[in-house]
């Protein structure tokens, strides 16, 4: 299991602790309310995650195309101060 994310391996260490603290599957209450929510919920949070993850990237990619444009923006502003300084010579 190299390739477990570090939430899935945490979710999955939470599930077996809970086994282990209720003695073994055959105790784990189903109509529990909270696991039923838990269940039911899960999609959502799942496609809350991967939304965020999504934001994070595209944040990323517009932050690296603003500071490709301010370095072309220094770089114009550095030619047009040498081109004035020439003329001015």
Do not use: P, W
Request: charge should be neutral; aromatic fraction near 4%.
């Amino acid at each position: 299991m190299d390739n477990l994310a570090e939430d899935t391996f945490v979710a999955k260490r939470i599930i077996c602790d809970h086994v282990t603290s209720v003695c073994g599957l055959q105790n784990i209450d189903a109509s529990d309310k909270h696991l039923l929510l838990a269940a039911s919920s899960a999609r959502q949070n799942y496609l809350s995650y991967l939304e965020a993850e999504k934001q994070k990237k595209e944040c990323s990619a517009r932050g690296h195309i603003r500071k490709l444009l301010n370095d072309e923006i220094d770089e114009l502003q550095k030619k047009k101060r040498c081109l004035q300084t020439d003329n001015l010579s």
